[in-house]
């Protein structure tokens, strides 16, 4: 998008001002002990805890969302490759650990709205065999205690929230749907036509990937090409803040930021949590609520239990199957940029092309290889941090000439991928060694043959380590067993009677697609029940 169009735009949201929740700052304060009630409290406000929230508003119940971030700010900066990337302007997350106990920053944000301010806005649904044993190169992904079909209909619920544009009958192993998307899918730029045709030719089935952004005639999106990764300037990405909180909060959900909980306290018997405790702006805090549902992520959520150990629950709340922590999983994941030295890719909104032909085994791949996908245009401020050898403009002819996408293969969950919290170091720790990486291996291979093929002669891959954990899941899965399970199906503590986990934590495997749209699901089909 031009520096006109920008500045157009960025001059009008400053002469509308800042939203009206904003400008009239409804957010929640404590009373003078620093003590909340509520009926319901959400812990954090990301996908799952701004879904769940929206879900609430009909059963006359008084939830409060807490959040330990603040409103990310709407600037110029938003769409600025080099302030996003290069200075990591919003970057706000404390270090994590690894098995070393070397400091990483994991990519994880805490705003209103969470890790979805970031996000690419796909959603995809988990394809039908992904809620059963899948069998992979180097392990079983275990099956759900739920199926497709309980979740189909919260899909197409969370489809319309989301503002999902798809094409059904495209995808070659997309699951069967009730009902059609709520808008029309997005149409390529014409930059990706060459090679979707390659594609083709090559007997593949590229297909748009559903994704959630307010375009159409009257409405906001512009297709930019600071969609992925980026902040929406124009609020047109369809967030979990934008698509959800926002209208819960209009219709009488309560919100408060900048307090983190660092505690779950329980009754004497240890059966119930009577209270959240934590830090509001430097103040202690306590909120008093009678059910609780956890929302922090994957990570951030089994953290919160182990730090709230007692008496009843010695090695961390909820935890008297050992499970909690465990089953860690954050997807295989490459970053392709391949390299056409002659043409330059003028393309503006990239994210939409997508392949699935070897997602499961077929008479191409003995086991499954996983999705392929665009991912927003790559420039020079995002390759730097990874290659700062490389010169500038050097990364800026590559980045210039470049079509860049974004390979996922499955992971298996493990007893040994976990996630801890450190006392001593007061850390959260993570144990992650990389597995079903030949699956993954072989799915470079055939993609980087297949843009080779479609006149990129350059192909360069890097895979993502530890610190590229937006899909993460796991941690503390549901699952009709208590002995091998945290949760019951349908996300309720086994050990608590009043704690929920909302977000990704619930999941028995991690699929090859975005769990996006599936945690909204799950937080909606959560919510019917609750």
């Known amino acids: 998008m031009s520096t006109e169009v920008l500045n157009t735009h960025s001059e009008q949201a400053r002469l509308e001002g800042a939203p009206a929740r904003r400008r009239s700052n409804p957010t929640v304060k404590p009373d003078e002990n620093g003590v909340v009630t509520c009926d319901v409290l959400i812990i954090g406000s990301g996908m799952g805890g701004s879904t769940f929230a929206h879900a609430l508003i009909t059963k006359g119940l008084d939830v409060l969302v807490v959040e330990r971030g603040d409103f990310l700010p709407r600037e110029t900066e ?133 994704a959630a952004v307010d375009y159409g005639e009257d409405r906001a999106c512009v297709l930019c090409s600071t969609c992925d990764g980026y902040p929406c300037l124009l609020e047109a990405k369809g967030d979990a803040e934008i698509s959800t909180l926002r209208p819960a909060i209009e219709s009488g959900v309560r919100l408060m930021v900048g307090t983190k909980i660092n505690k779950l306290v329980t009754s004497q018997d240890g059966k119930r949590v009577t209270e959240a405790v934590g830090v509001k702006d430097g103040r202690p805090v306590r909120i008093l609520a009678k059910r609780i549902a956890l929302a922090c992520g994957a990570v951030n959520s089994a953290a919160l239990l182990f730090r709230s150990k007692n008496e009843q629950h010695p090695t961390g709340l909820g935890n008297s199957s050992d499970q909690l922590g465990r089953n860690y999983m954050v997807h295989n994941s490459t970053f392709m940029i391949a390299v056409d030295p002659l043409h330059t890719n003028k393309v503006k909104f990239q994210k939409t092309l997508a392949i699935n032909d070897w997602y499961s085994a077929s008479r191409h791949n003995t086991f499954p290889l996983g999705n392929v996908q665009m991912l927003g245009k790559i420039r020079e401020p995002m390759i730097t941090p990874m290659r700062p050898w490389i010169p500038k403009i050097v990364s800026r002819f590559i980045t210039g000439h470049s079509v860049d996408l974004y390979l996922t293969s499955e992971d298996i969950p493990t007893q040994d991928n976990r996630v801890v919290y450190d006392e001593e170091r007061d850390a959260i720790k993570v144990y992650w060694t990389p597995n079903n990486l030949s699956a993954h291996d072989q799915l470079v291979e055939k993609t980087t043959a297949v843009m080779k093929k479609a006149g990129f002669p350059v192909v360069l891959t890097e895979r993502m380590g530890i610190a590229t954990n937006s899909h993460q899941c796991g941690t503390a899965v549901m699952g009709v067993d208590p002995k091998k399970s945290v949760l019951d199906p349908n996300c309720k503590m086994h050990d608590l009677d009043n704690v929920w986990i909302i977000d990704s934590s619930s999941f028995p495997s991690s699929a090859a697609v975005n769990p996006a749209l599936t945690i909204a699901a799950n937080a909606l089909r959560i919510a019917d029940k609750f």
């Not at 065999?129 to 079983?140: I, L, P, Q, R, Y």
Request: aromatic share 16%; hydrophobic share 35%; proline share 11%.
């Open 78 to 210: 938003n769409w600025s490759a080099e302030a996003v990337f290069g200075e990591g302007r919003y970057r706000n997350a404390e270090q994590w650990l690894d098995r070393d106990n070397k400091p990483f920053s994991p990519g994880v944000f805490y705003y209103v709205g969470g890790n979805t301010k970031f996000y690419g806005a796909m959603l995809p649904r988990f394809r039908e065999v992904d809620f059963s044993d899948v069998k992979h190169a180097e392990g079983t992904a275990p099956g759900w205690p739920i199926s497709y079909a309980e979740l189909e209909p919260y899909y197409c619920q969370a489809e319309q929230l989301y503002k999902v544009h798809g094409n059904a009958g495209q995808d070659p192993t997309e699951p069967w749907r009730s009902q059609p998307y709520p808008w029309p899918g997005l149409q390529h730029d014409p930059a990706l036509l060459a090679l979707e045709k390659v594609m083709k030719d090559d007997g593949l089935s590229p297909f748009v990937m559903p």
